[in-house]
């Protein structure tokens, strides 16, 4: 057990480490991006599903929009809970605990139709 | 406002959002929806969108600190979560049918409660409840943490009223962009009756999974301005690294209660613009 809690803690401390990382430097980038070109037009409102989203921040990535790096740094902190519910189910798996993969895959579907209910307007 | 003023501004209230936030275990978010509406006149939904953002940010900015030490129940925070986020999906999907006035009002009563919640002498309960309630002992509740170097065992009850509370939190949670850790907190010490300092941690780790149920909804409906979430989630995370050193040094009793007052006034204006005048 004393080997199951350990194995969830360093993956809890990694994911939370390389989020925040990730996070911080991809808003930075944008932020400063935004800054440097003295761009007086502020970047739109991201919106649709998370693909057409990540669709458009690679699509803007490419020609150094500062809204590209803005809304992939928002979308690694939006899925940072995500990874540590995965996280939790997995080792909720590993452990043969039925009960609790079941109710973090519940919390999982309401988590994931708050993005689909909000994609079509809800 | 120009952007670049919009920006500075927007990063020191996220600055200061982090820094009272880890000093006062109050959520930013009290901090940053009064300054995106009052100050820079944004429409509510968005700010209460940024503002879910930087829930996010501060909870997992202070989630390390709770990592490891198995404080965090992760079962409770599991079940319960099933109810903060079912209340997330309806407090977002409600969210742009509730007329602005209203949402100031609810913003106003809450930031009220939290004010005089933070004169009110936290609970120092170590072990919680005699005994686990059946049904939370078909659940496995029961859990331990180590304290001083030994382990403290503790039992719990009041399984279905924190469900239906954590419903409600929820619902706030998304409505007002707040990340209601002092209703979560509550419902656990009060209701299920775990030690305090297991409810704070298990608190921390429900509150970034509630705002995400629903800042998932803002950002794929189109209320999230990066820009300005950029800026406060930078913010917020330079604040609460900030805020840590600092209660190294300072008084956090102290100064939750002069946040306190600070929030009551920011509570009045809050209601008097819910009230129109």
Redesign the interface.
Known sequence: MNAL?EH??RI??GI??V??AL??GL??I??GI??LRG?????A??????FD?LGAVLHRGEALH??AF??A??LV??L???A??VA?IYVSARARDG??VL??L??LA??????????A?? | M???L??LVVLSGGVAAGVIGSLTGLGGGLVIVPLLTLVLHMPVP?AVGVSL?GV??T???A??RF??T?LAN??VG??L??AA??G??LG??VSHRVPAHFLFLIFGAVMLYSAVMSFIPTASDVTGAAVSSPFAGR?RLASRYQQDGRWVEYRVTGVVPAFGVMIGAGFLSALLGIGSGVFKVLAMDKLMRLPFKVSTATSN?MI??T?????????????????T???V??GV?VGAYVGGHLMKKLSSRLLRRVFAVVLSLVALQMLLKGFGL
């Open positions: 809690i969830r803690r809890t401390a939370l480490r989020s925040i996070c911080l808003l930075l944008g932020v935004f800054l761009d007086e037009r502020t970047p409102n991201p919106s649709g599903s998370l989203i500062a809204g803005l809304v740094g928002l902190l939006l940072t809970p995500v540590r519910l939790g009960l609790y109710i973090g519940v919390v309401l988590v994931v139709a708050g993005l689909l209910i909000g994609q307007g809800g | 120009s952007p670049l919009t920006v968005e953002f996010i940010a909870s997992t900015g989630a390390p990592v490891g198995g992760v079962r599991l079940f979560q099933m986020s079912s997330a999906l977002a999907l659940l780790f970034g999974m705002a995400a149920t629903s800042a998932g909804y803002y950002l794929s409906h189109g209320d999230i301005p990066p820009l979430a950029g800026a989630i930078l995370i």
